[in-house]
């Protein structure tokens, strides 16, 4: 029987950013999917790269700083490995914060309404904007590099098939079990996002968060050499996201909705008509589609990271909202645990544990 170092639950860019990366320390890696890689909430994710959000938790700072520096080179590496662009943009953020609120990064710095107009001219909103030193990335193209990345330094993929249980015996962890097969591994990592809670014994405390979005594209025959704007931004109501290829995203709801992922219309105009107060000319682009992904809630809004009561399981899970910002600092915390080493961040506040 084929045997690995590690057996990865999920395919999102969670599971496959720490499947690269164990693959970089030399560890045999194999990544089970219940469905395709990147299918659920990497596939509807929006793709900030939201460090400077004065909304991030505090405990999350650190490690939230760091991942924000490692994108470029993140995204580098992987277009050299994967021959594929997952459309890195580093314009920035313009953000319009609420009374109180200030940018948690350093680097931002208040914008006047002049320069916001010469920055933006196609910006109607004024108000109490920031320019932050953010940037964004095409969550579908990065789990499409990320994969093939993984795939060509030699990772191992099992889709289709459902993780049931950690397989146990004498009080540590023997591999993963399916209904279909028994995948032998020292050490196994719960990746599962919303589903993780549903993996026997110790499912991870998360719950799906249902989250919708909306893409505007520009209308038939009409030219458009690129997005309207060239921030990505954010207002207390809507956010809006360009792409290179003209393609503007707008989101997103944050629904309490169990693993329902039906797109309402209502909310799709509101979203629309809250883009359109900050840039008029979105009502001349036309929908293209519409979806709802289902974020891995936690009980207290942290990540859960780190080696479970189980001897050799683990959980990487619970990202919430961040898990594109936050998979190369999680791949990175993540490969140093599971190869018996001291984790470059204090890793308290994230363990598993804490549900104990």
């Known amino acids: 029987m084929k045997t690995w170092d590690v057996v990865i639950i999920g395919g999102g860019v969670i599971g496959l950013a720490l499947a690269r990366s164990l693959r970089h320390s030399g560890a045999s890696v194999l990544v089970v999917e219940k469905s395709e890689p990147a299918r659920e909430a990497t596939h509807a994710a929006g793709g900030m790269i939201a460090h400077c959000d004065p909304e991030n938790p505090p405990a999350m ?5 760091a991942s924000g520096r490692m994108y470029p080179q993140f995204i580098s590496e992987l277009r050299a490995e994967a021959f594929e662009s997952p459309d890195l943009r580093e314009d920035g953020t313009i953000a319009f914060l609420g009374d109180g609120e200030l940018p948690a990064c350093e680097g931002a710095r208040p914008l006047h ?4 107009a010469q920055l933006e001219p196609l910006i109607a909103l004024r108000g109490r904007a920031y ?8 969550p579908r193209k990065l789990a499409s590099a ?15 098939s459902a993780v049931t249980e950690v397989a146990v015996l004498g009080g540590r962890t023997t591999g993963a079990r399916t209904t279909k097969a028994f995948y032998m591994a020292a050490a196994v990592v719960n990746c599962a996002g919303a589903w993780a809670s549903q993996i026997k014994p110790l499912g991870m405390p998360t719950r799906p968060v249902k989250g919708q979005m909306v893409c505007m594209v520009p209308q038939a025959g009409a030219h458009a050499s690129g997005p309207l704007i060239r921030h ?5 109501e809507v956010y809006i996201i360009p792409r290179s290829d003209g393609r503007m995203l707008l989101g997103a709801t944050v629904e309490e909705a169990g693993f329902d992922k039906h797109v309402d219309a209502d909310t799709v105009q509101r979203l629309q008509r809250a883009a359109m107060n900050v ?8 929908i293209h589609d519409a979806w709802a992904g289902l974020r891995p809630g936690s009980p207290d809004g942290l990540p859960i990271l780190g080696a479970t009561s189980l001897s050799g399981y683990y959980a990487a ?3 919430y909202r961040d898990g594109i910002m936050l998979a190369p600092v999680t791949a990175l ?23 104990l």
């Open 146 to 160: 990320l994969e093939k990345s993984a795939r060509k330094l030699g990772v191992d993929f099992v889709t289709g």
């Open 61 to 65: 700072s650190k490690m939230i700083a």
């Open 113 to 116: 309404d002049e320069e916001l």
């Open 333 to 355: 915390v993540m490969t140093q645990l599971l190869k018996g080493k001291s984790p470059d961040f204090d890793m308290e506040a994230f363990s598993p544990l804490r549900f």
């Open 131 to 138: 320019l932050l030193p953010e940037c964004s990335v095409d």
């Open 279 to 286: 840039v008029p000319e979105i009502g001349k682009m036309r």
């Open 232 to 236: 990505v931004v954010r207002t207390p």
């Open 317 to 319: 899970t619970g990202h």
